[in-house]
């Protein structure tokens, strides 16, 4: 049931994702640079005073642990946890440069590829194994983002930083074990915030003046961005990152039914293959868990 339990998290924590063009889309007459310096330093501001002011004990107790590590797990500690901010970084800028100014299609098509990344990063760095099944599911996989790439080799190209960036991020985090999960978050967003700082004055437009726009930022700083990194994050102590990567695909899927049946963006034959290919793909990649649990409730 524990286990179920990290499956369940992690496959909400990327349904939420799914709508997160919903809130994006709104904003697209702003600069993509200036959604991720209010999202960024917003988040940060939120998770630090909740770190501080509310989580304090928790606070004081992971500084406890850390301290008590030896040293070169420290380092490799620090090392993981501000690598990660990086990463959230340009994620996070290119993913909302994609959305706004490519297309929601293109923006699917990232997290479309990443599960891909991801496992394929994952079996080689973290020697995670995979059964002849999964690797079935990752070739469905290559195969339907082969569909998705026809005639549109721009959005690739987009896509594949995009989905870069965040696959190594998961399998990076893998690792982080026995620490806090939201003060590893805080850190890394507080440690993006620090990073986009020194170019907030060179980069940024007028101030918005616009309440909507700060109504929407609010929204996509709480509801898709601490909510679901955090859940992330929690759901990686049960599931590896091999799963979680092919889990990514409940994103892409969401966003392309938003963007075909409410954005209205067109779609053609090679698509509803390639979609479906991937429905299929994440019943296979996860048919010893599906079929187990079948088993258990028939027994």
């Not at 985090?173 to 620090?194: C, E, M, Y």
Request: aromatic share 16%.
């Amino acid at each position: 049931m524990k286990l179920y339990k990290y499956y369940l998290i992690a496959f909400l924590s990327f349904m939420i994702w799914g709508f997160f063009s919903l809130a994006l889309k709104p904003l697209h007459d702003y600069p993509s640079l200036d959604i991720l310096f209010y999202r960024v330093f917003l988040c940060a501001v939120i998770m630090l005073v909740i770190s501080f002011v509310i989580r304090i004990q928790v606070l004081k107790k992971s500084i406890e642990l850390i301290r008590a590590m030896p040293k070169r797990e420290q380092q490799s500690l620090i090392k993981r946890t501000l690598g990660g901010g990086i990463l959230l970084t340009a994620n996070w800028f290119f993913f909302i440069y994609v959305m706004n100014h490519i297309s929601v299609k293109a923006a699917s098509f990232a997290y479309l590829v990443c599960p891909i990344l991801t496992t394929v990063i994952a079996f080689f760095v973290l020697q995670e194994k995979l059964s002849k099944w999964q690797w079935v599911a990752v070739a469905l996989s290559v195969i339907s983002c082969l569909l998705l790439s026809f005639n549109n080799i721009a959005d690739v190209a987009y896509s594949m930083i995009v989905a870069f960036s965040y696959a190594l991020y998961l399998v990076t985090q893998r690792k982080n074990f026995g620490i806090d999960k939201f003060l590893i978050l805080t850190v890394q967003i507080s440690f993006s915030a620090l990073l986009l700082l020194p170019f907030y004055p060179v980069y940024s437009a007028p101030l918005p003046s616009d309440p909507v726009f700060y109504g929407f930022i609010a929204l996509i700083a709480v509801l898709f961005t601490i909510l679901p990194l955090f859940m992330n994050l929690y759901a990686l102590q049960g599931v590896n990152s091999s799963t979680m990567g092919i889990m990514l695909y409940i994103n892409p899927l969401m966003n392309f039914s938003i963007a075909l049946f409410y954005f209205h963006e067109p779609i053609n034959q090679f698509q509803m293959v390639a979609y479906s290919l991937i429905l299929l793909s994440i019943v296979v990649f996860n048919e010893r868990h599906i079929f187990r649990r079948r088993s258990a409730l028939a027994g």
